[in-house]
Nanobody, 132 residues
């Protein structure tokens, strides 16, 4: 089993920045696909970014960003292994949502990265609210 814990959500004014963290623990795998999703009130959960990782070194391989966040959001890892960050800049009120990280212990691609079913493990979510 893998446990994912998100943190870093909060309240921010439009134009500001937040950094979310996703900490993974438990079983390790050789490769991962880690997705960031968000769900706004009354809307379906949508993919924000999906990235592939070397599971041994936690070095990133490639990342896909949704058009709505491209150029504003970025995914990275820090010095601590097993933690992936979602840096969110130039935030907009429409970025308001509960943000989730999700993990698949394999590489997934194409349309599968958009599907919740493509990911085996999910965090509990963290609320992000952007005021205008």
């Amino acid at each position: 089993q893998v446990q994912l814990v998100e943190s870093g959500g909060g309240f921010i004014q439009a134009g500001g920045s937040l950094r979310l963290s996703c900490a993974a623990s438990g079983r390790t795998f050789g490769v991962y696909t880690l997705g960031w999703f968000r769900q706004a009130p009354g809307k379906e959960r949508e993919l924000v970014a999906s990235s592939r990782w070397n599971g041994i070194t936690w070095s990133g391989i490639s990342t896909y960003y949704a058009d709505s966040v491209k150029g504003r959001f970025s995914v990275s890892s820090g010095n601590a292994k097993n933690i992936v960050y979602l840096q969110m800049n130039s935030m907009k009120p429409e970025d308001t949502a509960v943000y989730y990280c999700a993990l698949s212990p394999r590489f997934i691609g194409g349309s599968e990265i958009y599907s919740e079913r493509g990911y085996d493990y999910w965090g509990q979510g963290t609320q992000v609210t952007v005021s205008s």
